[in-house]
């Protein structure tokens, strides 16, 4: 059986401006997106975050830490510090554990994320490409994954009503989702081709934003020089991935035509 998607858009998202980001780990939105989400909430626009895992299996930067709990409320804390330093209003977090995410409930997560964009209703939605992003990581495949198929499902009545059942929740159809993107790499630079860019953040206005959204993310530290190599660029770079097209190949602002 086919499943019905095309559902019908309330006009008052059609009215407000909101951006939602789902990423895998703490840090992943200071990576990719830091400059776009300041863009936008210096511009009144309301940002949103999902994140599937603490993070509790990565670095310490030589910060003390009795376990992995330890390392992921650690990192938890760092995401809200560095959120709040975009602008970024909301933050949800699943706390699946850091690596393992081809392994978690791929149904649960997928319900998580349905449910977060039914709560913030955004315009638009960003998220890794399916390559998992210049590290190719196996956490960033997933999210990819199963963003892209929330992006549909979130719209449809028929998934997961348990979360309209009680009339606080509706259905929600955002109108684009981009892909986390980039030129392509030289030969030899080991990172992956993603997806063509066809939007490009300016994200010189708010480097020193960006830097100190990263320093806050005081266990990660160690790898400031792979933030200053990928990160640090011109641009924030997106691609398209689904949803209402663009009206030119290279847009400049992800709102631009909705």
Known sequence: MTLDITVPVDIRDRERRSLACIFAHPDDETFSSAATLTHYSRDGVDCSLFCATDGDAGRSSGLPVASRADLGRLRRAELHEAAAILGVRSIQSAGLPDGELPQADAESLLGDIVHFLRVHRPQVVVTFGPEGGPNAHRDHRVISR?????????????????????GALT???ARRLYYVSWEAPAPGD???????LSARIDARPWHETKRKA?????????????????????TEDFALATGEPQRRSVIHDLFEGL
Do not use: C, N
């Not at 990263?214 to 011109?234: C, I, N, P, W």
């Open 171 to 173: 259905i929600h159809s």
């Open 190 to 196: 080991g990172v992956p081709h993603a997806v063509p």
């Open 214 to 234: 990263f320093a806050a993310h005081r266990t990660q530290l160690s790898l400031r020089e792979s933030f200053e190599k990928l990160a640090m660029g011109d």
């Open 146 to 166: 199963l963003a892209t198929a929330a992006f549909y499902l979130a719209g449809s009545p028929s998934e997961w009503p348990e979360q309209l059942d009680r």
